[in-house]
């Protein structure tokens, strides 16, 4: 096939769909759909609620990070059809026609079919999301009164963050720390109560156990209440239930954010393709579909088999997994051998709380004020092109990056 005129379809333009469309520019005709109009650099998202960074710097247009040889169309895909290579968008009159296929549309919350989650439940995964959670944070604190005694602040102010991975260790110490400063900066008496339910008996069960030992800290400097062995079994407009041991309690909140996992993305559910047991399309190792050779999948979307275990699910995955797929579809037009590629860990970094973080990089781990300040610097690294990455550097580096407390709204 001849790359020059080939229609080239990305579907999603988060980690994995947008850096494949950046390292493909000037090949065939590319088109990216995506339901918003910015990307999102979701690891950042904590920073984000926190006022640590600024919605650009995060989520920046894709018209600003792309050139015009790209097509961007804004809208939801409805639907793909792999036989007859097109694929409907909402808003969209014709169907889209490609020659080439890329399916990087990430994952959804999975709430697991607990009762009221999917209804009462704050999610975090856009920009959204974390201006909902902080606008629920800012009115609960707005509700305690000057003079309310110190049982009414923290009940008050009880959130619940669901889920002990990463996110959720990363999510309840920065809310924890915004909550507890809006109520020194008020004069308030009494703490927030911020807690973290798991079901297994530990929180972030992959970590390693040198940068463990920072996350244990730093959660118990933030007073994060751990429930391990604990299973949400109800969530409403009040609170949740939790269970632990056959007991039941019932915990009334100013809000329940939930980071329990995630599931595939219903598009890809309805797909007729080899799976894994968890529904993710089962590429392979050059990222192809069994079946479909000019159809490609990567992200969350997918199963690669190549890849240490904890990479599952990650950014650092899709971002990686982008360059081969972009170099494969070259390949792949050109009548050239597809490449394959082992993936690696490429390190880890948490924040923790609003001044903190544990970062492991090169085998080495060092947390605090330091790590915070490395995390930013890794990641200024990786955000989408040379102009975001030196503009977004230069605004962290003059401006700073201390978080904006919690204003009371006003009417
Ligand atoms: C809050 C948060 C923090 C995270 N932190 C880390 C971290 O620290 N390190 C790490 O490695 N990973 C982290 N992850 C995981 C990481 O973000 C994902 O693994 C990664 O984004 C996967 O890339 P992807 O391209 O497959 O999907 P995404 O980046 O999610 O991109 C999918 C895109 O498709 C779009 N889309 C979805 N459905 C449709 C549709 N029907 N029509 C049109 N567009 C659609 C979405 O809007 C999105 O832009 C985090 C995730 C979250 C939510």
């Not at 992959?206 to 109800?234: F, P, Q, S, W, Y």
């Not at 392979?284 to 479909?292: D, K, N, S, V, Y």
């Not at 690294?381 to 700073?400: D, K």
Request: glycine fraction near 10%.
């Amino acid at each position: 096939m001849a790359a020059k005129g080939a229609k080239i379809l990305i579907l999603g333009g988060g980690f994995g769909g947008l850096f494949t469309a950046l390292d493909l520019a000037g090949t065939g005709e590319i088109t990216l759909v995506n339901d918003e109009d910015h990307f999102l650099f979701k690891p950042m998202l904590y920073e984000y609620l926190s006022g640590e960074v600024e919605a650009w710097h995060i989520a920046p247009d894709y018209k600003e990070l792309l050139d015009e040889s790209v097509r961007i169309v804004r809208g939801t895909v409805q639907s793909i059809d792999l036989d007859g290579h097109s694929v409907t968008v909402a808003g969209q009159k014709q169907p889209l026609m490609y020659d080439v296929l890329v399916l990087a549309l990430g994952a959804v919350t999975n709430y697991w079919n607990v009762e009221g989650a999917e209804q009462n439940a704050l999610q975090f995964r856009t920009i959204a999301d974390a201006n909902r959670l902080r606008r629920r944070m800012t009115e609960a604190v707005d509700r305690v009164q000057p003079d309310a005694a110190p049982q009414d602040t923290r009940s008050a102010l009880t959130f619940a963050v669901v889920g002990g991975g990463a996110s959720g260790v990363e999510l309840s110490t920065k809310m924890a720390d915004l909550l507890r400063d809006a109520v020194k900066r008020r004069a308030l008496r009494g703490e927030p109560r911020m807690i973290i339910i798991e079901m297994t008996d530990r929180l972030v069960p992959g970590m390693g156990e040198e940068i463990r030992k920072h996350v244990d800290r730093a959660l118990e400097n933030c007073r994060v209440e751990i429930h391990t062995r604990t299973r949400v079994a109800r969530v409403t407009d009040r609170g949740l239930t939790i269970e632990h041991n056959g007991v039941e309690t019932e915990i009334e909140t100013a809000g329940v954010v939930w980071v329990a996992g995630v599931r595939v993305n219903p598009l890809i559910e309805k797909l007729p393709v080899t799976k894994d047991a968890r529904g993710l399309i089962a590429v392979e190792p050059t990222l192809q579909l069994a079946g479909h050779a000019n159809t490609f999948a990567l992200g969350d979307t997918a199963f690669y088999a190549d890849v240490v275990p904890t990479l599952a699910g990650t950014a650092q995955l899709a971002l990686q997994q982008s360059h081969l797929c972009a170099r494969n579809i070259h390949a792949f037009l050109n009548g050239d051998k597809l490449k394959t590629k082992h993936f690696v860990e490429l390190g880890e970094a948490v924040s923790l709380g609003t001044e903190h973080a544990a970062v492991l990089s090169a085998g080495k781990v060092i947390g605090g004020p330091l790590a915070r300040q490395a995390r930013f610097a890794m990641y200024t690294a990786r955000l989408p092109t040379w102009h975001h990455r030196l503009r977004v550097g230069a605004s962290w580096f003059f401006e700073g990056t201390a978080p904006q407390p919690l204003q009371p709204l006003g009417f």
